[in-house]
């Protein structure tokens, strides 16, 4: 099955700054790759996904790359604000199945 | 709250009970899924169901069943043999459209045990 790496698991970025998580996936077959922010007792929430036919997606101040090549997408914010403060999960999805595989996450807290 | 609701948001469950947790949605999403999350250890799947009738298991389903009746609904349950129940619980949907990959997640239960 799918196996998910994400990193790092805690980021801390001044205010203005821009932030870059990793992630890593192991199923050649994944095609597509959400991006989830999570705050504080609530639930995830989708902000940008990509899908592997393209290398990468741009929504305002967030952005995504993909290479299929190294098996690796990244998620970018920049311009960062203090709401931006939350916990960010990647995932791939096992598309024979239907399910998607999440990391273990990013705590992202912009200080201000 | 986006088309999928849980129920209760709080559970408090004593040892040796069984407990269910609910989850509806009126999405029309035909795949289903449960998924338990702990601190640092991100979001693991315990069961998930993409038709009525039919469900499979997840990474960690051993202490839980599922049941799948009914498209709008997916109750979980927390049995006894489950030692370590307390965390939160997201159940999650998601449309068979190939152009619609995405979850929608409720809003979560936070099962402890007293």
């Known amino acids: 099955g799918e196996n998910v790496e994400q990193h790092p698991s805690t980021l801390s970025v001044q205010e203005g700054d821009s932030a870059v998580i990793k992630c890593t996936y192991s199923d050649s077959a994944s095609n597509y790759f959400p991006w989830y922010k999570q705050e504080l007792g609530k639930r995830p929430q989708l902000i940008i996904d990509i899908r592997s036919n393209v290398g990468e997606k741009k929504d305002q101040r967030i952005a995504v790359t993909l290479n299929k090549t190294a098996k690796h997408f990244s998620l970018h914010i920049t311009e960062t604000q203090p709401e931006d403060s939350a916990v960010y999960f990647c995932?791939?999805?096992?598309?024979?199945?239907?399910?998607?595989?999440f990391g273990t996450g990013t705590r992202l807290t912009i200080i201000p | 709250d986006g088309g999928i609701t849980q129920s209760p948001k709080y559970l408090f469950r004593k040892e040796g009970q069984n407990v269910t947790l609910s989850c509806e949605q009126n999405l029309n999403h035909d795949a289903m899924y449960w998924y338990r999350q702990d601190p640092g250890q991100g979001l693991r799947l315990i069961y998930y169901s993409q038709i009525v009738n039919d469900f499979q298991k997840g990474d960690i389903a051993e202490g839980y069943s599922v049941s799948r009746e009914k498209k709008e609904s997916f109750p979980l349950t927390v049995t006894s043999a489950q030692k370590n129940p307390t965390a939160f619980y997201l159940c999650?949907?998601?449309?068979?459209?190939?152009?619609?990959?995405?979850?929608?997640f409720g809003s979560g239960t936070r099962l402890t045990v007293v």
């Open positions: 995932a791939a999805r096992d598309f024979g199945n239907e399910k998607l595989t």
């Open positions: 999650a949907s998601t449309g068979d459209s190939r152009a619609n990959y995405g979850y929608t």
